[in-house]
């Protein structure tokens, strides 16, 4: 629990990614922001969301916005497997892990994939025109190609933005 309000929380992720572009986020009727789907933001926008994950909960302007210990956690604790065909997968905290990176999909094909040790973030941007408004099958990989992707070399955490 916390005195302070969901919005206030919000600004300051918001803040600390250092959108370029706008964020949308739906909200019930009293103002009340949906969490599970609700936003809307440029790729670019989710690839420096990303990055908080990849710069283990450190924000653009240098402060911490998110706790570095609940990502490790979320790494090296993970949940339950993922069934074929998403093979070595886990699902941990509204996320997926390998134990190296950290993964999440949208609605409709969107991905976010962050990888703390190198700090990389890779996104993927599409619109599954379909009554599901997914591919599951696209998804294993998908997931592994940009994985590789992040393990790339980089020049140091948070140097590295991946999308258009």
């Avoid at 998110?66 to 990502?71: L, S, T």
């Avoid at 699902?91 to 700090?119: C, E, F, K, M, V």
Wanted: net charge negative; with cysteine; aromatic share 10%.
């Amino acid at each position: 629990m916390s005195n302070r309000s969901l919005r206030s929380w919000l600004i300051e992720i918001v803040e600390g990614a250092g959108f370029e572009g706008s964020f949308h986020i739906t909200c019930e009727r009293e103002g009340v922001p949906v969490l599970g789907g609700g936003a809307s933001l440029s790729a670019r926008d989710l690839a420096r969301f990303g990055l908080l994950f990849a710069r283990r909960g450190v924000g653009v302007d240098g402060r911490r916005v998110a706790d570095a210990a609940f990502i490790e956690e979320t790494r090296r604790d993970p949940g339950p497997r993922w069934p074929k065909p998403r093979e070595g997968m886990y699902y941990s905290r509204q996320t997926t892990t390998n134990g190296t990176w950290i993964g999440h999909g949208g609605y409709g094909g969107q991905y976010l994939l962050t990888n703390p040790d190198t700090g990389i973030a890779v996104v993927f941007m599409a619109v599954f025109e379909n009554e599901s408004g997914d591919r599951a099958d696209l998804y294993p990989p998908l997931i592994n190609m940009m994985a590789e992707v992040a393990t790339a070399d980089s020049t140091g955490p948070g140097s590295t933005v991946i999308g258009t």
